[in-house]
Each structure stands twice: as structure tokens, then as C-alpha cells.
């Protein structure tokens, strides 16, 4: 009898430990605070043109290894870049830039169709992104920097050129990093825009 005693002793003593520390570790848990999430502003109202001259297809955005995380990140000095944990996109990056992109240009080419992904048409030029550069930086700017290719329905190669450009930070913190990503964002937009016009492969 007293051997029996001492087998359940010895069986109940790890099950309550376990116990114990499951409901620990719940209680640790539900006090962890949830990150920040933060989107890419975007305030266009893009219209559809009436008569579209041309139509222009937006392929996925590609990113570079690094940015295709969930945190913001930011370049701490020359050489070191840190993904926040706090601090995360409310969506895939490469999704929000290529959304953001469509629109900006749908207003800046008023007589082009600008469609996002293959749902464009068989005679639609492709534009082709690739993003080195999106974060922050210690030195108080935004920056944002990459590749773009220009390609017909055969897909040929019409233009390659590179983009860069940066904006200032505001304000300290993560709110305003955002509003100044998104700023230098609609300014590769614009520069992108100027040169489809300007070299002549689309109506301005």
C-alpha cells in the first residue's frame, strides 16, 4: 500500500511542475504587447482615362533579400541594418510598393491605363521593379534605390535605368520613418513617370 502511495506521489510531483509552468508561461504571453503595424500612405484617387492611348501593367515588385521581412528597417550605421520587432508592415512590402506605384502613376499618366499584375491587355507594356534600398537611415533620411525595366508584349527589353531618391524625416520614430518612405516612394514614381513620357514610350 505504501508502495502505491509513492508511485502517484512521484507521478503527481513532474505533472503539477508542468502544470505550473504552462500557466506561467500563459501568463507571460498575454502580457507581451502586439507590434506596431504601419502601412505605406497613399492618398490618389486615380480615375480611369476615358480613351486610354496605351496601357501600362505593373509586375510584382521584387525585394531585396533583407527588406522582405515583417519589421521596418532601419541602417543603424555604414555597414549594420536591424528589422524591428515592434515596428511592422500591416502587409507584404512588395505588395504595398506595387499598389502604391499603380496609383501614383495612373495620376501622373492621365491618357494611360495603369493596371497592376497580368491583367492587362496582350498590347500592355510591363514595368519591372527591383529594390535594393528601402529603410531608414542614422543620418535622418528615407531612402529608396533599385532597378526598373521597361518591356513590350514580347517581352523585350525597351529601357533599363536605375532609381534613387530620398526624403527627411520630420520627426523622430517610426510614423514619421513611414511618411518619409512613402514620400520617397512617390518620388520614384515621378521620375519613373518622366522618363516613360519624355523618351516617348507612353503619352504624358
Known amino acids: 500500500m505504501m508502495y502505491k502511495e509513492k508511485k ?16 506561467l508561461l500563459s501568463a507571460c504571453a498575454s502580457n507581451v504587447t502586439p507590434p506596431t503595424r504601419y502601412v505605406l500612405l497613399n492618398d490618389n484617387q486615380p480615375h480611369a482615362p476615358g480613351s486610354p492611348k496605351a496601357e501600362l501593367s505593373i509586375d510584382t515588385v521584387r525585394l531585396a533579400h533583407y527588406l522582405d521581412v515583417e519589421g521596418i528597417v ?4 555604414d555597414i549594420e541594418m536591424r528589422e524591428a520587432r515592434e515596428h511592422q508592415w500591416a502587409e507584404g512590402l512588395n505588395r504595398q510598393l506595387a499598389r502604391n506605384l ?5 495620376v501622373l499618366l492621365k491618357e494611360v491605363q495603369v493596371v497592376q499584375g497580368s491583367t492587362g491587355s496582350d498590347d500592355a507594356l510591363t514595368l519591372q521593379l527591383d529594390v535594393d534600398e528601402f529603410h531608414g537611415r542614422y543620418d535622418g533620411y528615407a531612402v529608396a534605390s533599385g532597378q ?4 513590350d508584349a514580347q517581352n523585350k527589353l525597351l529601357h533599363l535605368d536605375r532609381f534613387q531618391a530620398r526624403a527627411a524625416l520630420e520627426n523622430d520614430g517610426y510614423p514619421a520613418l513611414v511618411r ?16 516613360l513620357t ?6 504624358q
Open 8 to 23: 502517484v506521489t512521484q507521478w503527481a510531483q513532474p505533472t503539477l511542475l508542468a502544470l505550473l509552468l504552462s500557466l
Open 74 to 77: 532601419m541602417q543603424l550605421d
Open 102 to 106: 499603380r496609383d501614383d502613376l495612373a
Open 148 to 151: 526598373w525595366q521597361l518591356r
Open 180 to 195: 518619409a518612405l512613402s514620400q520617397s516612394w512617390k518620388n520614384v514614381a515621378d521620375d519613373i513617370a518622366s522618363t
Open 198 to 203: 519624355q523618351k516617348g514610350y507612353l503619352p
